[in-house]
């Protein structure tokens, strides 16, 4: 069964099934998926993943919903992508968690300082399947605020879009 996931109801008012609630949030139980509103934000979209994950087994998931492209990457408003890699771009120092000495993540002995893969295996099938392109995520507690600001995280980080959950996601799963 799939897990699917999104910040708020709003972005996912094209599914059917029979509303639940799990920790006070909105689920929906439907042929095939289950679907919960995590919240906004990081936080919210890790707690609500890993409380789910750890009463029930998942076996995929999925996080859908509002991003920002930036300038220059030929995506228009309301453009559908599908996202292979998430970077944390408020953790640590400017340049990241790197620098520090330390990672965010280590899973045996590879470590994850800001950036995290999703499953490449699944995001190809998706992608091709559904004839999207394949972007690299940027998330941030906060949405940039100007042109300069978007232009700048895009060049430093290769991102094309901004959202405020995909790291927290990507990590969790």
Do not use: H
């Amino acid at each position: 069964m799939w897990l699917l996931l999104s910040p708020t109801a709003l972005e996912a008012p094209f599914l059917r099934g029979e509303p639940f609630t799990f920790l006070g949030r909105k689920g929906l139980r439907g042929e095939g998926f289950l679907y919960l509103e995590t919240g906004i934000g990081k936080v919210n979209a890790a707690l609500t993943l890993a409380a789910w994950g750890g009463q029930n087994p998942v076996e995929k998931a999925l996080l859908f919903g509002i991003a920002g492209a930036y300038p220059g990457t030929g995506l228009a408003p309301g453009a559908v992508v599908l996202v292979e890699e998430e970077v944390e771009a408020d953790l640590g120092l400017r340049a990241g968690l790197e620098p520090l000495g330390f990672p965010a993540l280590q899973v045996g002995e590879r470590r994850y300082y800001n950036r995290f893969p999703l499953d490449p295996g699944l995001t190809q099938e998706l992608a091709q399947v559904l004839g999207l392109k394949v972007v690299v995520g940027l998330t941030r507690d906060l949405v940039s605020e100007s042109p300069e600001e978007a232009e700048a995280l895009a060049r430093q980080w290769g991102a094309q879009v901004e959202s405020m959950e995909g790291a927290a996601f990507a990590r969790a799963c």
